[in-house]
């Protein structure tokens, strides 16, 4: 049972258009919510996270903003460029998890010029 | 530089073989962390260390085993008994187990293995 989603495999995005990459989750009791990102036969890299008693999280040009009502999450990336074109993966913890991190199966971004 | 140090980074393996990965760590963390990671699926945890000479089994534990006799070192090895071990697989360290605030992993290039 996937306890966190990611239900598009891939998305293609415009240089300098905003990215909006999604996130699903089940288990309301999961208290933290991280966004990675990995290039290919690279390790994944730590990009923004958010606390379960926050809506909105800001890092430069990453956004994460979290619906608790609708279990869902989502990373905004304003502009996006074409070194962002890489699989993002979202990533749930707490005490639920033992607090391990359970993942989504990734997005992969891709930016066009 | 501090990271996280996988070997090798490409391996095969013939059917029935027992075969170890490397991971290293000069980040100083005190837990680290093994994954499999295969296609069109999120990462999976195998095992899990918090401190020198301990580790707790993750989802995917049987076929696999480690060992954690330094902080900096914590080898995985594929068993024979793992029925599917093809496939791409991260080690990654973090200060601690976070029992709160987010569980921030740094993550090593991976290693892929092949079984042929």
């Known amino acids: 049972d996937q306890q966190v989603k990611q239900n598009s495999p891939s998305l293609s995005v415009q240089e300098g258009r905003i990215s909006i990459l999604n996130c699903d989750y089940t288990?309301?009791?999961?208290?933290?919510f991280l966004w990675y990102k990995k290039y290919p036969a690279e390790g994944p890299t730590f990009l923004i996270s958010?606390?379960?008693i926050k809506d909105k999280n800001e890092d430069g040009r990453f956004t994460v903003f979290l619906n608790k009502s609708a279990k869902h999450l989502s990373l905004h990336i304003v502009p996006s460029q074409p070194g962002d074109s890489a699989v993002y993966f979202c990533a749930a913890s707490g005490l639920v998890s033992n607090y391990q991190l359970i993942w989504g199966a990734g997005t992969k971004l891709i930016i066009k010029p | 530089d501090g990271g996280i140090t996988q070997s090798p980074k490409y391996l095969f393996r013939k059917e029935g073989q027992n075969v170890t990965l490397s991971c290293e760590q000069n980040l100083n963390h005190d837990a680290m962390y093994w994954y499999r990671q295969d296609p069109g699926q999120g990462l999976r945890l195998i095992y899990y260390s918090q401190i020198v000479n301990d580790f707790q089994k993750g989802d995917i534990a049987e076929g696999y085993s480690v060992s954690r006799e330094k902080k900096e070192s914590f080898p995985l090895t594929v068993t024979s008994a793992q029925k599917n071990p093809t496939a791409f697989y991260l080690c990654?360290?973090?200060?601690?187990?976070?029992?709160?605030?987010?569980?921030?992993?740094?993550f090593g290039a991976g290693s892929r293995l092949t079984v042929l």
């Open positions: 990654a360290s973090s200060i601690r187990v976070q029992l709160s605030g987010a569980n921030v992993l740094t």
């Open positions: 958010i606390s379960s």
């Open positions: 288990n309301s009791m999961f208290d933290y």
